[in-house]
């Protein structure tokens, strides 16, 4: 299995997990942030149709984030930003970044 196979289930798991928490509890902060890095993981390894929901799902991860909380998310985005070629993440790290102040 390649590392980008690997990481796109990883990253497909991680989003499976964090929709179950957010289906029984829907501003489970957390759970929120999961599935924002999940599905901006899974837009870098090939599931472009993810782009909307990645920056969606960043909105509604720093809905009611402090600015250190925001600013510790910015960090996992600009993690996952260093694989981002592309530059298929700048919106959702737009919206964290912002949060962040």
Not at 4 to 25: C, K, M, P
Not at 47 to 76: C, N, Q, S
Request: glycine residues 4%; aromatic residues 2%; negative net charge.
């Amino acid at each position: 299995m390649s590392d980008v196979e690997a990481a796109r289930q990883a990253f497909a798991a991680a989003l499976t997990q964090a929709g179950a928490i957010l289906d029984h509890t829907p501003r489970h902060r957390f759970a929120r942030e999961a599935r924002a890095l999940a599905l901006c993981g899974s837009e870098i390894c090939g599931h472009t149709d993810h782009a909307e929901a990645a920056a969606e799902a960043m909105r509604a991860a720093v809905l009611d984030a402090t600015p250190m909380i925001a600013g510790r998310l910015l960090r996992l985005v600009d993690a996952l930003c260093e694989m981002d070629h592309a530059h298929i993440l700048s919106e959702p790290r737009r919206i964290v970044a912002h949060a962040a102040g």
